[in-house]
């Protein structure tokens, strides 16, 4: 036979929140003092200098963000992201004993007009966190009619932690929209 027991509605209220917070709860660092931590920044080197993905032509359809961990994983991702590029270029020399590439791909999109930038990052007790920028035109903006997959590259010292990516999309008004 089971009892049961009667618990005030709003003990049940306050007990489901408090199991809630422990477990949805994003992790933040603490210092020894039980203060939140800041992230610490770390540092990044964009394959390609200025403000515009790497290239804004690849051969990765699909939008995805990956950590590179590995000289096999970087030439396997490289004949991939330079498929439609004859010759190919040269794959860029990372030491993955110091570093690891971080890679944000848009995927294809149906006109020119769109970009994605890695814009930073910083670690924090939950890992790496990646900052992304993915950029599209604005409604009725004139584009080029020409199918883009636009990919950008970085290298950050390399981090045995988890990596997450966070992304933020800004749409960008047309040359002298209001």
Do not use: N
């Not at 007990?15 to 990044?44: C, D, L, M, N, Y």
């Not at 080029?144 to 010292?157: G, H, I, K, N």
């Amino acid at each position: 036979m089971t009892r049961r027991i009667a618990i005030p509605m709003a003990m049940a209220v306050a007990v489901a929140a408090f199991i809630g917070a422990a477990f949805t709860a994003p992790a933040a660092a603490q210092t020894k003092s039980g203060e939140r931590a800041e992230p610490v920044a770390v540092p990044i080197d964009r394959l390609r200098d200025g403000d515009h993905a790497y290239t804004t032509y690849s051969g990765i359809a699909d939008s995805t963000s990956v950590v590179v961990r590995d000289s096999a994983a970087w030439r396997q991702l490289w004949t991939e992201l330079t498929r439609p590029f004859v010759p190919p270029p040269p794959l860029p020399p990372i030491d993955f004993a110091r570093e690891m590439v971080v890679v944000a791909a848009l995927g294809a999109r149906p006109t020119a007009g769109y970009d994605i930038v890695i814009e930073g990052a910083a670690r924090d007790s939950a890992g790496l966190e990646v900052a992304v920028r993915r950029t599209s035109p604005g409604a009725g903006c004139p584009v080029l009619a020409v199918v883009t997959q636009p990919v950008d590259l970085a290298r950050v010292p390399t981090l045995a932690v988890e990596t997450r990516f966070r992304e933020r999309t800004v749409v960008t008004p047309c040359a002298g929209a209001p």
